[in-house]
């Protein structure tokens, strides 16, 4: 049995887990957006690029790529500090895989009405920002909460450089107590407690959305 003060230790890790997290979906989900318009554009040389970057991101374990940011970038003179690299890590990671999702809502998109806007008058921009993006972002809705719980899953990854979240506060635990067990299990009840959360919220929302607008 978690003694009380063990407990508030454990939900400042959590604290320190969700902090990260929802900075890193925060940043992710409009990079990936970013991306992928960038992998639909006509320039060949850009399309190149965002491709080669979400290619190389989702192959790399995020552990590894941690690690290349948090180590790497001081050789490139851009020295961080545990939080901010972690933060950035997880960023570029889930903004690789945020890009596949929202390009293929794009390529999912009727093209007639694309066309039906820009023959009334509309830029292009307009166009995406009335049209285009209101119905791709209902549709990407279920995938991107998807990739949103596997990055708090992974999340973890970020203690290999020293930040202290829920995983690496329940292994120190362990590491005092002798007994690793309540913590693990304490510590993975949080997980699926942030989870549940977060899954029952976008249901809600798609609820809400499929009243106002029908099928998503």
Do not use: H
């Not at 049995?1 to 997290?21: C, E, H, N, P, Y």
């Not at 690690?67 to 970038?73: A, D, K, Q, S, T």
């Not at 093209?111 to 995406?128: I, N, P």
């Not at 989870?195 to 998503?216: D, I, K």
């Amino acid at each position: 049995m978690l003694k009380w003060s063990t407990m508030l230790d454990l939900l400042r890790g959590a604290g320190m887990t969700v902090t990260v997290s929802c900075l890193a979906i925060a940043a992710g989900v409009p990079l990936g957006l970013l991306l992928a318009l960038a992998r639909t554009r006509r320039a060949r040389g850009l399309r190149w690029l965002s491709a080669v970057y979400s290619s190389f991101v989702r192959a790399a374990p995020v552990v590894t790529f941690t690690m290349l940011i948090f180590f790497g970038l001081p050789a490139l003179g851009v020295s961080l500090d545990p939080l901010p690299a972690a933060v950035i890590a997880l960023t570029l990671n889930t903004a690789a895989f945020n890009a596949e999702i929202w390009r293929a809502a794009i390529m999912d998109f009727p093209r007639g009405q694309l066309e039906a806007a820009l023959a009334m008058g509309m830029t292009g921009s307009v166009a995406f920002r009335r049209i285009v993006f209101p119905q791709i972002w209902r549709a990407s809705l279920p995938a991107l909460v998807n990739e949103m719980t596997l990055l708090i899953k992974a999340s973890p990854a970020v203690a290999i450089i020293g930040v202290v979240d829920l995983t690496r506060k329940a292994r120190q635990i362990a590491a005092t107590t002798y007994e690793p067990l309540p913590p693990f299990v304490a510590a993975a009840v949080v997980y699926g407690l942030a989870l549940a959360l977060l899954v029952a919220g976008a249901r809600t929302l798609e609820r809400s959305l499929r009243r106002r607008y029908g099928t998503l």
